[in-house]
């Protein structure tokens, strides 16, 4: 699933091929989505003018005139800049045709993905609960350590908690938690103040390096271009069970928590 470098990334490179544009037409193949595109989609953003495209959590924000397009990329979601004429390949479910002749195209072979237009983004079912974004100043050490002061949960799945802290993920939990020497499953209420500043400080890190990496491609995502992400040549556990660790070559390990893999080094991160 395409995590929030993924997503910034994948906003960044339809920027500069959307805002300005108008959009002419929007063409649904197939409005079956994790939620169904709603029928007056259509005309709700035709003849409207793209202002911004911008991100909230793993939701790209589709700035129009009046109102925005919320786009969910699901688990194998794309968008892509291609000219208007272009034939559809298979799972090409959604175009948003612009005047300078190019289409913003929506592929999407596992259909988890979604796109809903909103007059006021901030109070839709979608967004209108989402916690802090981890890459802007309110999310910092105080912060997260009043929340896990609050719960007796496994730290990693509390970071995964999207209305607390809003699109760390699964990878870039794994990460932070090695760097910041924490067990991923050392309860929240435990966790000391300089823990918290470590794991604030290592999420963040990680976050902008995978951005300046492109994201990481493990399976279906690409950037708008067609390019791969390259940040999973940076791991340091995840994705590596048996693996030596980087630092203290002890094999790598795996484990589930909350339905989701967990990789860490059972060394580096003593419980």
């Not at 890459?135 to 609050?150: A, F, K, M, V």
Request: proline share 6%.
């Amino acid at each position: 699933m395409p995590e929030l470098p993924e997503v910034e990334t994948t906003c960044n490179g339809i920027r500069p091929h959307c805002v300005g544009y108008r959009i002419t037409n929007v063409v649904v193949r197939n409005p079956h989505l994790r939620w169904p595109i709603s029928s007056d989609l259509i005309s709700m953003t035709t003849g409207q003018t793209i202002r911004a495209i911008s991100r909230r959590g793993k939701y790209i924000l589709v700035t129009l005139d009046h109102g925005t397009l919320i786009i969910h990329l699901g688990m194998s979601g794309r968008l892509h800049i291609l000219p208007n004429q272009t034939t559809p390949a298979k799972h090409d479910h959604v175009d948003i045709l612009l005047d300078d002749g190019h289409c913003l195209r929506y592929n999407d072979a596992r259909r988890f993905g979604s796109m809903h237009w909103a007059e006021n983004p901030t109070k839709h079912f979608l967004l209108r609960k989402l916690g802090v974004e981890p890459l802007t100043e309110h999310y910092d050490s105080h912060y997260l350590y009043t929340h896990c002061q609050r719960r007796r949960i496994a730290i990693k799945p509390l970071l995964m908690n999207h209305h607390i802290v809003v699109g760390i993920g699964n990878i870039y939990a794994s990460e932070a938690l090695f760097l910041a020497g924490v067990h991923p499953e050392k309860i929240a209420s435990s966790i000391s103040q300089a823990e918290t500043k470590r794991i604030v400080q290592y999420s963040k890190d990680r976050l902008k390096v995978a951005i300046e990496k492109g994201g990481s491609t493990l399976k279906d995502f690409l950037h708008a271009d067609g390019k791969p992400g390259y940040f999973q040549h940076h791991f340091h556990v995840y994705g590596r069970e048996n693996e030596p660790c980087h630092r203290c070559q002890t094999p790598i390990q795996k484990i589930v928590q909350a339905q989701r893999a967990t990789f860490f080094c059972p060394q580096c991160q003593g419980a």
